[in-house]
């Protein structure tokens, strides 16, 4: 709750001034429908004006007119009807160019949040709620459009017609341009001033709310696998219910004050009405206004009033848009975490030499660094097995080769070029990934495996699945390679994904290799064909086996055994079991139930 007071406490006037630089630039996308736009908006609304003028000639003209004579009051409604039919033209030509104008600026809205998005780093998406952030992304790109429908429909005509009329009043009826001019700024004044001070915190704390409603939707459907094993369906009922209960009340909150809005707003309407009206039918009685000026006067009202009606619901969805886009904005002023240097050159791996200079890293939410003062070669072509407990540092360490994390001193070199001068692009190009739980998007099986080569032809898609032996059980399936896996590959099995990822990675053929022990999810058979697939892969190629499982790198070049951020032993498999009392033999003896399996010897 405080940190919505603060969001709501933040300068309004200054988020208002970025939106609006924002909503400039999507609009100047197209200068000519935009600049369209506004002038028929601006003619069809100084039309809309004139009607009640052209309605009052009407009846002046019959007032005054004979029957044997009607050419006046023919003429007069025939320039009524001609405006009527042109402002309904330019009108609805307003709506055709708004339309074209916030398509193309959405779409570019959307392309741009989504590549920004997309570039923020690991640790920013594993902190974010996907769910809220597609919720955010997509409010902004609808607000832009109720922004645009709002200003073109509602308030710049708003503006034209109180202006006109009210200068057209004061020109010819002084004390009825003042009547109207104070009727309605003190109309305008007050509808706004509620609007923004009184409703507009409401606003911003239900929305607030409602992604994280949204957020808790997305976590537990993405999560409803776990859901289900722990039998966990009440529990989720019970943890939406509350956080849907936070939004049931303050989006009351919010609904009931515009309501009140709305009986104020329409109490000022009635006595705007009343001051037209009365000083109208003054000026009557006076012998300065027509019959003609009355029934203008009566279907000017109506107009005004019908602008303004409206004004204080374009006033809140202004506000609201603003507030919606400035979500969108966050992601589009953000820093990137990650970002590649402005003068970031292609990597070029002739080998695929790894070296770990001196280097610090540690974590945001960490207290203490993780590696300090941190060196390692690994010369090309080696395989090498990363082993340790949890949380020694394994994993961070392949991800600080991918540059998924900057670090905070010394330097990581591939073939002796520091990977923090060379493009992110390159980079992850040159380093393939068969992580322990592989994500799969909900598209074909072949278009999964092609994911890191996408200009790879069916048979090599098809080569790579057989040595992957995903051909086993694609043969069983009546759409075979095009077959959609769902969402994040629900429909296949734990080691089904996992082949289909080995496959991505074979097809890629990457100079580097990482496996995150990409054999877990498999059985003893499909284990044992995948292990030689993985060692043809492996030929040549510098590789880095994370294993939980032991057996995965007795045959490597060498085991690099992790405590703390530190390597503690640095051999073959061979060499490390000889030690008596070594970390990595107390590893094996442990996952072998205490005793020495002789292969292991």
């Avoid at 939410?365 to 949380?391: C, W």
Wanted: glycine share 8%; no cysteine.
């Amino acid at each position: 709750m405080s940190q919505t007071k603060d969001k709501t406490r933040q300068g309004t006037g200054a988020k208002f001034g970025r939106v609006a630089r924002f909503v400039i630039h999507y609009w100047l996308i197209a200068p000519g429908l935009f600049f369209s736009l506004l002038s028929v908006r601006i003619v069809s609304t100084l039309i809309d004006v004139s009607v009640p003028v052209a309605a009052g000639w009407l009846v002046d003209a019959v007032a005054s007119g004979k029957a044997e004579d009607p050419a006046p009051a023919i003429r007069a409604l025939i320039i009524f009807l001609t405006l009527g039919v042109v402002f309904h033209i330019l009108r609805q030509s307003v709506t055709f160019i708004a339309n074209r104008l916030s398509a193309r600026a959405i779409t570019a809205i959307g392309r741009d949040a989504f590549a920004k998005v997309q570039r923020f780093s690991s640790d920013w998406h594993a902190n974010s709620f996907a769910g809220a952030t597609v919720r955010k992304i997509t409010r902004g790109m609808t607000s832009f459009d109720t922004f645009t429908d709002t200003l073109a429909f509602g308030l710049v005509p708003a503006f034209i017609v109180v202006t006109g009329v009210t200068m057209m009043f004061a020109w010819r009826w002084p004390l009825l341009g003042l009547v109207t001019g104070l009727s309605v700024l003190t109309f305008i004044v007050v509808v706004v001033t509620l609007s923004v001070v009184w409703i507009r915190p409401a606003n911003v704390a239900a929305r607030e709310w409602d992604s994280k409603m949204a957020g808790v939707l997305a976590d537990s459907i993405t999560g409803n696998a776990a859901v289900k094993s722990f039998a966990a369906e009440e529990r989720e009922d019970r943890h939406f219910a509350e956080v849907a209960q936070g939004w049931h009340w303050r989006a009351v909150r919010s609904w009931d004050r515009s309501a009140v809005s709305g009986l104020v707003q329409a109490v000022l309407l009635l006595v705007l009405q009343l001051g037209m009206l009365g000083t109208g039918l003054w000026l009557w009685t006076q012998g300065r206004a027509t019959p003609g000026d009355i029934a203008s006067l009566i279907a000017t009202q109506f107009l005004i009033t019908g602008y303004l009606r409206d004004i204080a619901q374009h006033v809140r969805s202004v506000q609201r848009t603003v507030n919606d886009m400035d979500d969108v904005l966050e992601f589009r002023n953000a820093q990137l975490q990650v970002a590649d240097q402005t003068d970031a050159k292609p990597l070029q791996v002739a080998h695929g030499a790894i070296e770990f200079e001196r280097v610090t890293f540690r974590y945001k939410s960490a207290s203490a660094s993780l590696y300090e003062d941190f060196s390692l070669q690994i010369p090309a072509g080696q395989k090498v097995g990363l082993v340790g407990t949890s949380g020694a540092g394994k994993s961070t360490f392949v991800k600080l080769i991918q540059r998924l994390y900057d670090v905070y001193h010394g330097r990581i070199l591939i073939d002796g070029q520091d990977i923090a001068h060379v493009t992110q692009a390159s980079l992850r190009n040159a380093v393939g990934l068969v992580p322990q739980e592989p994500v799969l998007f909900h598209r074909s099986i072949a278009e999964n495996i092609a994911y890191g080569r996408p200009g790879a032809s069916e048979d090599e898609i098809i080569e790579a699945a057989r040595l992957a032996h995903v051909d086993e059980f694609v043969r069983g399936l009546p759409k075979g390679y095009a077959t959609l896996v769902g969402e994040r590959g629900v429909k296949l099995s734990g080691g089904e994904r996992q082949r289909v990822a080995i496959a991505r990675a074979i097809l890629a053929a990457t100079p580097i290799l990482i496996l995150d022990e990409a054999t877990s999810s498999l059985d003893s058979l499909s284990e044992t064909y995948i292990r030689e697939a993985m060692d043809r892969l492996a030929e040549g190629r510098t590789t880095l086996v994370i294993a939980h499982r032991l057996s995965t790198v007795q045959r490597l070049d060498r085991i690099l055994v992790f405590e703390r951020g530190q390597i503690v032993e640095d051999g073959t498999h061979k060499s490390l079991m000889a030690r008596e009392n070594g970390a990595y033999r107390r590893l094996v003896q442990t996952q072998s139930g205490g005793f020495l399996a002789e292969a292991a010897q």
